[in-house]
């Protein structure tokens, strides 16, 4: 007699809202701090080659001390979002996997993923390797030699960006999708042009990052680089990818 069946109850609850990209990075830094730390080692051990490649290239064109932080922001960058495809595709695997927060085996399914992804990674190290060589050869014509117009600077700088950006998205549509490499290419320069306001903050967060470790000692510097920093910039990048994606999706 106490119970009025014909009232509406509180029925069901709406999803949760998705949390901002910073408290959800943090979230996933605090839960997965010990895997991002073994992450970021073998992301330095993989990468060896790539590291010893650019101290060489900054030893050979000098930098002036106004730009040698530049050029630290660069390489870090470099490193990080782009690295050496064929093994950096599962570096960024599993920091998919992190951001979906998703359970991942880590270097089971680091292996994995290289194993499944191997032919467009190293297709991918290619366009890479002929675009790292276009690049080194401009900066000396254009930055070291001082040859050309502010213009054709400009252009250089954009088109590093354009790439680094294009490389926020391309690991995460080759390990979620199945395209052609072409239509790989292509998809990864469409959202680093179609979200270029929001890529650039995402890419500004990533050189914040940088700018933070960089403002400790010598000392700290060369730990945090190589125990947390690129695996806190890969973490942050594939959080932001995997939302603009999802968003993509949506709007299609």
Do not use: W
């Amino acid at each position: 007699m106490f119970y009025h069946f014909d009232r509406p109850g509180k029925g069901v609850a709406k999803e949760e809202k998705k949390k901002n990209l910073f408290l959800a990075f943090m979230d996933i830094v605090f839960s997965k701090f010990r895997g991002l730390f073994v992450l970021n080692l073998l992301q330095v051990a993989i990468t060896l080659p790539l590291i010893a490649l650019l101290a060489v290239f900054y030893r050979e064109i000098q930098p002036a001390d106004g730009l040698v932080f530049v050029y630290y922001m660069a390489a870090i960058l470099y490193i990080a979002v782009i690295g050496i495809p064929p093994l950096s595709v599962g570096i960024h695997y599993v920091l998919a996997q992190y951001a979906g927060m998703t359970p991942v085996f880590l270097f089971h399914d680091f292996a994995k993923a290289v194993r499944e992804n191997i032919r467009q990674s190293m297709a991918l190290f290619a366009v890479d390797c002929v675009i790292g060589y276009m690049l080194v050869v401009n900066v000396r014509f254009y930055f070291v030699h001082q040859l050309g117009g502010s213009g054709f600077k400009m252009m250089i700088v954009a088109f590093l960006l354009i790439d680094i950006m294009a490389h926020f998205f391309l690991y995460q549509l080759m390990i979620r999708y199945r395209l052609t490499f072409g239509k790989l290419i292509q998809k990864s320069l469409f959202l680093a042009v179609l979200n270029l306001p929001q890529n650039l903050l995402a890419l500004g967060v990533c050189c914040l990052l940088i700018g933070l470790v960089f403002t400790q000692n010598i000392v700290l510097i060369y730990l945090l680089c190589g125990t947390f920093l690129l695996s806190l910039i890969g973490l942050y990048v594939n959080l932001y990818a995997a939302r603009v994606i999802e968003k993509y999706e949506i709007d299609q």
